[in-house]
């Protein structure tokens, strides 16, 4: 008689075990459904912003038309030429020189066309150098949060390419 009361002790551990750990189990599923939940729902708002920054960017016609776009937003991490398509309204007209160069040649802003004796300059500005001549091209100029460029158009030097004109 004491080996069916065993088994009968034995089955009701079992079960009852079975049943708690059945119950951990869906506890567990569901905060690991409701985490998923929330971790889909936080990637999806972050991926929605767009975090930015405000560049001022300042564009001279040379015929006396100046234009400044201040505190452009653009996005994190844009160059000055992103920033430049921003102010312009998307109203660029570039050349794009594949790798290894990888960079926009800028010919004309919002229907300012270059020619044989006119071209488009951009300046980078700080409060102790002023304007200065960028030495490298916008693709390669980082537009962080409050920077200042300039673009020119005006004629130039066709032996030292050094234009006429400042902002």
Known sequence: MTAPKTLYVVIVVLMAGMLISSTFAAFYLYQYNQAESNANTYLSQLKSAQPTQGTSILIDFGNGTLLWRNATQVPTGANAYVA???????????????????????????????????????????????????????????ASNGSIFAWTYCTYNSATYVPSCTP
């Open 84 to 142: 430049t398509i921003v102010a312009a309204r998307g109203i660029v007209n570039a050349t794009y020189y594949p790798p290894p160069y990888a960079e926009h040649a800028v010919t004309g802003i919002d229907n300012v066309q270059g020619n044989q004796q006119e071209s488009w300059f951009i300046w980078t500005y700080n409060a102790t150098a002023r304007w200065q001549l960028a030495q490298v091209g916008a693709d390669e100029l980082a």
